[in-house]
């Protein structure tokens, strides 16, 4: 069923009732539910996977083989990493590849400590607000050579692996090359996202031949090669990072670029680095979450935690009316802070510590209504003083990484460069295109808005979980969901991302669109009929539940207790968590 309308907008008693019906699935008995195993949920789920030596969770089953592969060699949680990234970015082209930005987060066992890094692109050097405004161009459009960035994805991989790799690079592309050149075949959700010859991608030089080599969007079982990939990446295993960013590929990239319109150049890619960050993490009820500082969106998952804490969720209960009215409520004021201040740190100063404190979290609570969806909240005043992929892996010496990548949109700009096998990013999208005074406003060599989000928790100084959710704005919603889950409502790892979600669209955007009307809230199956009445009552508009937008999760636990590895993989995405 699809209902573009909100609930609020329905005619009859007998049209809210089938819609509610859509939306909330009756309870089962437990037997019925789960089998013989001893939960009491309202939602299916399965068993975690437990193992002794090394584990890997990522959102395609052959990757994670790739990954425990490289493990059982005696690589690192970060070369199991970059394998399986390899991997995915030729096996799940809707979602990510070499021509996209990475982020990760590494607790490295030796130094008891965690790192972060930041592998996103920059505008191109010759590109402006200046060109913006002359064409009167408002939005920044989602394909073809304007929203191009920098691709940060494999400087990624060769800086987390001088780092923290052990194995060789040409052992840790290996096998992406080899299922490049032999194929694969294409798995279920994936196939279900590839887009098919009337896409507005299909128009631009090179994507049919790469990605629709019989004519039209692969199918389920398929088998796709890319041989054009298999020689890019042979390239930089042979040569290094620098056969990317400074050789024949750049130049290929630059001249593209240049016959399309675009302005990414030569100069643009040789002088691109990734960035060291100290991750930041705010205390949730005894545990310490961690995220990336902007120009990602990570601190809109501490804003959202620090504001929630103050309340006794846990008595509310999953599902419950009053909590998912508390969450909504406190994703739509974070979200207008994101809008106003996020962006790149290296042009404006960002009140970074001051969004993620207690005592701004205590102003903006006080604005919450317990009954009362509020169409528009207004951003805080913190006072300054001076389509994606995530997959976690761990190894046999208490390693983990935590890395999510993405291509942006799908698969990117459409942009294909001659020869190379992979598409762009169009992660300039994010741009703020018409206010010069916003903190992400195009400039020159400057970082965008980014969605994508690592995340970590730790517990007294130690690792406890590595985790992810995909989905552009689903990501620190879905975040913020699973810690509750794990934390509040003590789910197990599994269930935690199992559980039905709340997706909430319609906040304003560091882009610039402003949000008037409240949103639009997204139930997955799985909540109470009573709680969603309940959610209109208060004036919310519930929409279809048919939106793809609720992510997708992986996660790992590590129990030093027992000294085992617990891993998760949700049945949204055709992922699997396996170990040894």
């Known amino acids: 069923m699809n209902w573009p309308m909100s609930l609020r907008g329905a005619k009859s008693d007998d049209m809210k009732a089938a819609i509610l019906a859509s939306i909330a699935v009756i309870a089962l008995p437990l037997n019925l539910m789960s089998g013989n195993r001893p939960v009491n949920r309202s939602f299916t789920t399965r068993s975690e996977t437990i193992a002794r030596h090394g584990m890997a969770c990522t959102s395609q089953p052959l990757a994670t083989q790739v990954a425990l592969d490289i493990l059982k060699q005696g690589g690192t949680a970060v070369d199991a990493a970059i394998a399986a990234n390899a991997t995915i970015g030729l096996m799940e082209p809707p979602s990510c590849g070499v021509g996209g930005d990475l982020f990760a987060i590494v607790w490295d066992a030796e130094s008891q400590k965690l790192y972060g890094l930041n592998a996103s692109g920059r505008a191109p050097y010759t590109l402006s607000l200046d060109y913006f405004t002359k064409k009167k161009i408002k939005k920044m459009p989602a394909t073809g050579p304007l929203p191009v960035t920098v691709p940060?994805?494999?400087?990624?991989?060769?800086?987390l692996h001088g780092k923290f790799g052990k194995l060789p690079m040409k052992t840790l592309l290996a096998p992406a090359i080899q299922y490049a050149r032999e194929g694969f075949p294409v798995s279920e959700v994936i196939a279900n996202s590839w887009p098919g010859p009337t896409s507005p991608l299909a128009k631009y030089p090179n994507f049919k031949e790469t990605y629709l080599p019989?004519?039209?969007?692969?199918?389920?079982g398929e088998v796709f090669q890319n041989p054009n990939l298999a020689n890019t990446l042979e390239k930089v295993a042979n040569?290094?990072?620098?056969?990317?960013?400074?050789?024949?590929?750049?130049?290929?990239i630059a001249a593209y670029m240049k016959k399309e319109g675009g302005f990414l150049t030569e100069k643009d890619l040789a002088d691109h680095h990734s960035e060291w960050v100290a991750p930041l993490s705010t205390n949730y009820r005894g545990y310490d979450v961690w995220e990336l500082p902007p120009n990602g969106q990570g601190i809109t998952v501490l804003e959202m935690l620090n504001i929630l804490e103050s309340y006794d969720v846990k008595r509310m209960g999953f599902g419950s009316a009053e909590y998912m009215h508390l969450f909504i409520?406190?994703?739509?004021?974070?979200?207008?802070?994101?809008?106003?201040?996020?962006?790149?740190?290296?042009?404006s100063q960002i009140p970074v510590q001051q969004i993620i404190s207690k005592e701004f979290a205590a102003q903006?609570?006080?604005?919450?209504r317990d009954n009362h969806a509020a169409l528009a909240f207004q951003p805080g005043d913190p006072k300054l003083h001076g389509d994606t992929i995530y997959m976690t892996v761990a190894d046999d010496h208490g390693n983990m990484v935590s890395l999510i990548q993405s291509n942006y949109r799908g698969m990117g700009s459409g942009m294909t460069p001659d020869g190379l096998g992979f598409v762009l990013q169009d992660r300039g999208e994010g741009f703020n295109v018409t206010d010069a005074a916003h903190p992400n406003a195009i400039a020159p060599h400057k970082r965008p808005f980014h969605t994508i989000i690592p995340a970590f928790i730790t517990k007294d100084g130690k690792p406890f979980i590595s985790f992810g959710v995909m989905g552009g704005d689903m990501q620190p919603q879905g975040h913020v969901q699973v810690i509750v889950n794990l934390i509040d409502f003590g789910m197990n790892l599994q269930e935690a991302g199992d559980a039905p979600r709340i997706y909430h669209m319609g906040s304003s955007e560091p882009s610039g669109q402003k949000m008037t009307d409240g949103g639009q809230v997204y139930l997955e199956n799985g909540f109470p009929e009573e709680s969603v009445r309940e959610l209109l009552h208060y004036g919310h508009k519930i929409g279809s539940t048919s939106t793809p937008q609720f992510g997708g999760y992986q996660a790992i636990r590590c129990d030093a207790e027992h000294k085992v590895y617990y891993g998760a993989s949700e049945s949204r995405k055709d992922g699997q968590a396996a170990g040894y």
């Open 364 to 368: 903006r609570r006080k604005l919450i």
């Open 152 to 159: 940060g994805c494999v400087d990624g991989w060769f800086e």
């Open 239 to 252: 040569d290094g990072r620098d056969a990317f960013y400074k050789g024949d590929i750049a130049r290929t």
């Open 214 to 220: 019989n004519g039209h969007a692969l199918k389920k």
């Open 329 to 347: 409520e406190t994703k739509k004021l974070a979200f207008e802070d994101r809008a106003k201040f996020y962006g790149d740190p290296a042009f």
